[in-house]
């Protein structure tokens, strides 16, 4: 099993609303990745979680919570988004986290629109 | 300072031809990968090929190949015989030692195979 999947795969929401997202991996990986892609942009790196830490914050906005129950799980927290916020929404995950080497296996992310 | 350099925005080659992606990449960590993403419209980022910093030989595989030239940093990607299915967005992408987990990515490169 090489797959990483996230749910949902759409998700609208209101300005007020608290959501969340989701992401699962079943490789035994230990390092799972939260990124940001807009329209026809590269993917920005958010957060970085190495053995359930979080070791990687690229100073992301206080709306946007990270939580990692367990090696296999990793969820992203939504509450009072803006609608720059708006965007594709791309887990991954890697065999350590640590080592240039690593290829990052990503889900198809969740594609979010923020009314 | 940009990290990753793609220069080409968009791409046109015909089926069955030859193209090369190019990618530049500035770093002063003797030790970093080089990657290869390719984004088609469904939105999950396949990795393509990757390129060690220390690897002697370009790597390879299947109908892509990594032009290595590291005095140059430059790390284009050559697909052969492109297929109609070759349409996407590719990302040339890098993680260096000394920046823990983080894969950084160039703007992109849209490719587009004419029948």
């Known amino acids: ?24 991996q079943h490789m035994g990986h230990r ?6 892609q807009k329209a026809k942009k590269p993917p920005e790196l958010m957060f970085v979680y ?22 296999s799980l990793l969820n992203l ?15 991954a995950s890697s065999q350590d986290g640590g080592y240039p080497n690593e290829k990052l296996f990503f889900g198809s992310g969740t594609q979010l629109s923020v009314l | 300072a ?17 193209v090369t992606l190019d990618c530049t990449y500035d770093t002063s960590d003797p030790s970093y990968g080089l990657f290869w993403y390719k984004q088609p419209s469904s939105g999950e980022m396949i990795f393509l090929i990757y390129q060690g910093s220390y690897d002697q030989q370009n790597a390879t595989e299947g109908r892509y190949s990594l032009n290595f030239q590291k005095a140059r940093k430059s790390a284009n990607l050559v ?32 490719l587009s195979v004419k029948p």
């Open chain 1, 1 to 24: 099993d090489t797959e990483v999947t996230q749910t949902p795969k759409h998700l609208v929401m209101g300005m007020t609303n608290k959501k969340s997202l989701k992401c699962e």
């Open chain 1, 31 to 36: 390092a799972m990745y939260w990124y940001k």
């Open chain 1, 50 to 71: 190495s053995y359930e830490k979080l070791s990687i914050n690229e100073s992301v906005p206080s709306r946007f919570s990270p939580e990692c129950p367990n090696s």
């Open chain 1, 77 to 91: 927290h939504l509450h009072a988004l803006q609608p720059e916020d708006s965007a594709l929404y791309l887990c």
């Open chain 2, 2 to 18: 940009q990290k990753i350099t793609q220069t080409q925005p968009g791409m046109f080659v015909q089926e069955k031809e030859a």
């Open chain 2, 79 to 110: 697909i052969s015989a492109s297929q109609l299915g070759d349409s996407a967005m590719y990302f040339c992408a890098m993680r260096e030692d000394s920046q823990g987990g983080k894969l950084i990515f160039g703007q992109g490169t849209e």
